[in-house]
């Protein structure tokens, strides 16, 4: 079993298990952390990436079994808005208070 961790993003958790079935690997979300039978996923998941048009994000292999997909730029430095609570990031406020209601947590 493989483990992506999408820090924290269950959106593109859920994108990501989609794009996954579509290419015939067996996928669940868990919140943001999608799960997949196969192990060797890395190439499929910069596939993911490129096909997305996310070029910010990143796939950094943790071990053998754990992915983390995320934003790894300096952000800030590019007019974004980073969520507080766990450093994710977003283009604008509007989308930063649709992501932390992710969290289940209502801020206004
Ligand atoms: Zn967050």
Redesign the pocket.
């Given at each position: 079993m493989t483990f992506i961790d999408c820090a924290?993003?269950g959106k593109i958790a859920l994108e990501l298990e989609n794009y996954l079935k579509n290419h015939g690997v067996s996928a669940k979300t868990d919140e943001s952390m999608v799960i997949v039978n196969e192990c060797n996923i890395e190439q499929v998941l910069n596939d993911f990436l490129k096909e997305t048009n996310r070029s910010a994000y990143n796939i950094r292999k943790i071990d053998f079994t754990n992915f983390l997909l995320s934003k790894e730029i300096p952000i800030e430095d590019f007019g974004f808005f980073r969520?507080?609570?766990?450093?994710?990031a977003v283009s604008s406020e509007e989308e930063l208070l649709v992501?932390?209601r992710?969290?289940g947590i209502q801020l206004l």
């Open positions: 924290k993003d969520c507080e609570m766990c450093g994710y992501h932390r992710a969290h």
